[in-house]
C-alpha cells in the first residue's frame, strides 16, 4: 500500500472537521478504527467486497469491544473526578495514552489482514465507509460524508 495505515490515520485525522465526524461517528456506536481502515483501503484501491468487509468487522470487534472501548470507559468516567485530583489527572491521562496505543494496534491487526487483497484503479472509499459503518441517523451520515470527502483530498495530495 502506499503509506502505512497509522500514519494515513495520523494524517486524516488531523484534516478540518476529521476529528470532530469521528467522534460523532463513534458515539453512534461506530468503530473509528475500522472506519479509518475501509477509509484508507478505499483510497489506495483495495476492492470492495463484503467478505473483505466481514473479515474486518471479525478481526475488529473482540479487540474494539475488550480493550479500546474499556479503556475509554475508564477514562470517560474520571474525567469530572480528574479536574479536581491532580494524581487522578496523570493517570487518566496514562490510560488515554494505553488507549491510543491499543487503537494502534489495531489498527496495525486491520492492516495486516488486508495487505494481500487485490487493488483496482478505482477509488471505492464511500463502498468501505457505508459497509462499515454502524447504522446511522442522519447526522452521522453528514459525518460519514465528511470523513469520506476528507480522506479522498488527502488522496489527491
Known sequence: MSSDLWHFAEQLYSQPGVETACLELQEHGADVCLLLCGAWLGVNGVEYNAERAAQLRAMSQPWQEQVVMRLRGVRQDWRARA??????????????????????????????????????????????????SAPLADSGRAAQNLLCDSATALARL
Open 83 to 132: 479536574f479536581e485530583d491532580s494524581q487522578l489527572k496523570a493517570l487518566r491521562e496514562q490510560i488515554k495514552q494505553l488507549e491510543l496505543q491499543a487503537e494502534r494496534i489495531q489498527l496495525e491487526r486491520l492492516a495486516g489482514l488486508a495487505t494481500q487483497w487485490p487493488r483496482s484503479d478505482q477509488p471505492s472509499v464511500g463502498l468501505w465507509l457505508t459497509s462499515l
